[in-house]
T-cell receptor, first 113, second 112 residues
């Protein structure tokens, strides 16, 4: 089975712009979670989707948003980018809400200049 | 605040030795404790996980020890190999693995 895929892998944006990142979960997986990884804060939970509904949200400002499509693919959007948004954004998929295991993709490295 | 505290921050072990990484948590509602391994340029990969109803779980050279009363759990890597050199993260969650709370990570270097 193919793993979680994320596009693009690398992205450079300017402060004030917005960005959209994409995640395709493992085939058959219907839950998708997003995490931000930075050297200072480590891995932090952003949000989680199942059946096109956001079920959980981490402690991030409203500039961070996401959605899930009917085919379980997910996108996250960051508006009005700040320098501090530079990070590795990771997507993880899981079969369904009753499953504990989360499988991560390679991430999208976002650099804000 | 950091809900899962991980130590040490870095670790150097000789080939064939035992690598031990420790984590502590406060929230007694956590019911799932996975360990992830991350190589540079890759996403974290699920290594092994434990639920609080068991005190130890072993998979190959990797063992999780879990102490519910002390609210601590640890990863032991037996017969450590240079290929094990990576960053290891412990995590904890409530209710079916969502919103994983990660430790800060341990950078492991296994020398030949």
């Amino acid at each position: 089975k193919a793993g979680v895929t994320q596009t693009p892998r690398y992205l450079i944006k300017t402060r004030g712009q917005q960005v959209t990142l994409s995640c395709s979960p493992i085939s058959g997986h219907r839950s998708v979670s997003w995490y931000q990884q930075t050297p200072g804060q480590g891995l932090q939970f952003l949000f989680e989707y199942f059946s096109e509904t956001q079920r959980n949200k981490g402690n991030f400002p409203g500039r961070f948003s996401g959605r899930q499509f009917s085919n379980s693919r997910s996108e996250m959007n960051v508006s009005t980018l700040e320098l501090g948004d530079s990070a590795l954004y990771l997507c993880a998929s899981s079969p369904d809400p009753s499953s504990y295991e989360q499988y991560f993709g390679p991430g999208t490295r976002l650099t804000v200049t | 605040q950091q809900q899962v505290k991980q130590s040490p921050q870095s670790l150097i072990v000789q080939k064939g030795g035992i690598s031990i990484i420790n984590c502590a948590y406060e929230n007694t509602a956590f019911d799932y404790f996975p360990w992830y391994q991350q190589f540079p340029g890759k996403g974290p990969a699920l290594l092994i996980a434990i639920r609080p109803d068991v005190s130890e779980k072993k998979e190959g050279r990797f063992t999780i020890s879990f102490n519910k009363s002390a609210k601590q759990f640890s990863l032991h890597i037996m017969d450590s190999q240079p290929g094990d050199s990576a960053t290891y993260f412990c995590a904890a969650s409530i209710n079916s693995g969502y919103a994983l709370n990660f430790g800060k990570g341990t950078s492991l270097l296994v020398t030949p």
